[in-house]
């Protein structure tokens, strides 16, 4: 009976039923891990709900009692700079990193190598060893070294005004690496033709890299623009393992939005208001893609 | 003879600016390993020595390292992180590269809707959907369960993107002549397609590895019980009961990366080549 009915199908619907079939269990997993959870997470966020009581319908309440909180927007202004502060000095560093090691022929693969590693370690490990040197003396490395210099000691870690960057300092550590392999990448795929030519007509090292280079790497760049500062915005890792005092201490001087949305709810259990947070993390992720659309889109209309 | 020519030429392009940037970017690069490199010198110092900054320990010891085995759960950590790490990437490795032949080279009413759906779920955080998976575990009791650590990753939208973006480039005359022969859908794409991508395939496995040895925020939700925690989650864990033994949790990080460190030193040329090529594909 069923063999039957197999064979009377065409080809095409016999492919379009085994691809229907293959994709079976992927549809599954996707409707039932992705995008219900999507949809839950936006109607849990007009809830209040504390875990184990009732869910109650409170509209718009939950966003408007986050932006009337002091202490969000300490957070959101903290979460902004992570990403404005920590992805130009990044890039910067991996720029101009990758632009002169691609003209490395000697040791180029050891020195990529070494630049790379970073980027291989788990962020919560490197917490442990940059909160050491971060230590007052006689721990600490970087105050030993400072006091060579006769510098007094710095707070880093412990500080309002320090916190933050010191804690930025091993996230942009650890993503070198990685921007710098994607930028030597991009720098590869300049046809050699174009530089030739550019020294026919005489054009110096600025000129070059100002009128080839650059302009060839904009689509690379804008890429590592919006991979870090989705990264940079999203930020836990190494706040939740290094901060003093308290988690996205001291005194809220480091919190992000994550380590808040973690706080409210498995700390709080306030879980409507988390689910209102991770909308506006969502928000602010999605302003930022749309930027890069908007931003590649010389290149999409020229494809 | 050929090789001294070689020299020689090298050396006529030598030059002091390009041995001024030689020498930056070597000291750049130093100073780039420079934390990992006192992470492993830290190990294997003894507790007074630890406030010193020689590089090399006076009298190199292993105590740290058989502390940490003996006395915290380190070990079971590790095998946590390598099995949880293992399965999930099977499984996207699997699930990824079917549904991503399926979008490549099948015809069927509905292909775009399925590829732009999956390719929407790039678009939200995980940190949205942590809340609503672990109400889910709670429900179905998945708390301190491999399964509850794993299932988020097992199919990704980025895998299956670059995979589709891959199996495109077969030509489908291939597919078409492994039909005519006879053979099943099944196992053209397992024994005629796969084999074709495995560079693309090594750079998913590489990834998704290493991007689940390095998980801290959802094990951290949905691991309470130390036995089940993962590396990430058991380092954390060592806030306030090793605090001031520095010398203790530098062991302990040091046995979380260096593994990590060691696959890269053997498979550096796929790493680098797989970043490229998802980087330029994505």
Not at chain 1, 240 to 260: C, E, H, I, Q, R
Not at chain 2, 140 to 159: K, N, Q, R, S, V
Not at chain 2, 257 to 281: E, H, N, R, S
Request: charged share 15%; aromatic share 18%.
């Amino acid at each position: 009976m069923i063999k039957s009915f197999w064979e009377n199908l065409t080809i095409n619907q016999k492919l379009a039923i085994t691809a229907w079939f293959f994709l079976a269990v992927p549809i599954i997993f996707y409707v039932t891990i992705r995008f219900y959870p999507t949809f839950e997470a936006f109607y849990v966020s007009f809830m209040k709900w504390n875990l184990l009581g009732t869910q109650k319908y409170i509209g718009f309440k939950n966003f408007s009692r986050i932006f009337g909180d002091e202490d969000f927007w300490i957070v959101f202004w903290n979460t902004i700079k992570y990403a404005i502060i920590g992805v130009p000095i990044s890039l910067l560093i991996s720029f101009t990193v990758a632009y002169y090691l691609n003209e490395i022929r000697f040791g180029h693969q050891t020195i990529r190598a070494l630049y790379f590693i970073p980027f291989l370690t788990t962020a919560v490990a490197m917490a442990w060893v940059w909160r050491w040197f971060y230590q007052p003396m006689p721990i600490g490395y970087f105050n030993i070294i400072l006091s060579w210099f006769g510098i007094e000691q710095q707070p880093f870690l412990r500080s309002v005004e320090q916190g933050l960057y010191s804690i930025m300092a091993p996230a942009v550590w650890a993503g070198l690496g990685f921007q710098i392999v994607i930028f030597i990448a991009g720098l590869r795929a300049i046809p050699k033709s174009h530089f030739e030519a550019a020294e026919i007509d005489g054009a110096g090292r600025f000129q070059i890299l100002r009128e080839i280079i650059l302009p060839a790497l904009k689509p690379t760049t804008v890429f590592l623009v919006i991979i870090s500062t989705i990264g940079f915005l999203r930020i836990f890792d190494q706040v939740y393992n290094m901060s003093a005092d308290s988690a996205g201490g001291p005194l809220n001087s480091t919190k992000p939005l994550v380590l808040m949305i973690y706080e409210y709810a498995f700390d709080m259990y306030k879980l409507g208001r988390a689910s209102a947070l991770t909308v506006i993390l969502f928000l602010l992720l999605l302003f930022v893609s749309l930027l890069q659309l908007w931003l590649a889109r010389d290149q999409y209309e020229k494809k | 003879m050929k090789k001294n020519d070689q020299i020689i030429e090298r050396l006529e392009h030598l030059n002091p600016s390009k041995i001024l940037t030689w020498t930056l970017l070597f000291i750049g690069s130093i100073v780039m390993v420079t934390p990992i490199i006192f992470m492993v010198s830290t190990s294997f110092k003894t507790g007074q020595e630890v406030y010193t900054l020689s590089l090399f320990p006076k009298s190199p010891t292993f105590e740290n390292y058989i502390f940490i085995l003996k006395e915290s759960k380190f070990l079971i950590w590790l095998l946590n992180s390598l099995w949880v790490a293992s399965f999930s990437t099977v499984s996207v490795l699997f699930f990824d590269s079917l549904v991503g032949y399926t979008l490549a080279k099948f015809k069927f009413r509905g292909r775009e809707i399925v590829f732009v759906a999956i390719l929407s779920t790039l678009m939200i955080p995980t940190e949205m959907l942590i809340i609503p998976w672990y109400m889910m575990s709670r429900e179905f009791g998945w708390i301190d369960t491999y399964w509850g650590i794993a299932f988020p990753g097992l199919m990704t939208g980025f895998g299956t993107f670059l995979m589709r973006q891959f199996f495109l480039t077969l030509p489908d005359e291939l597919i078409e002549a492994a039909r005519i022969d006879g053979w099943s859908e099944f196992a053209i794409w397992w024994k005629i397609a796969m084999p074709l991508v495995i560079p693309a395939l090594s750079a998913l496995a590489i990834f998704h590895f290493l991007g689940n040895w390095t998980a801290f925020l959802w094990p951290l939700i949905i691991v309470n019980d130390p036995d089940m925690y993962t590396i990430p989650v058991g380092l954390a864990s060592f806030n306030g009961e090793f605090q001031m033994d520095w010398e203790i949790v530098m062991t302990a990080s040091c046995l979380a990366t260096i593994p990590t460190l060691f696959v890269f030193i053997f498979l550096q040329k796929y790493i680098i080549k797989g970043i490229m090529l998802a980087g330029l594909k994505g």
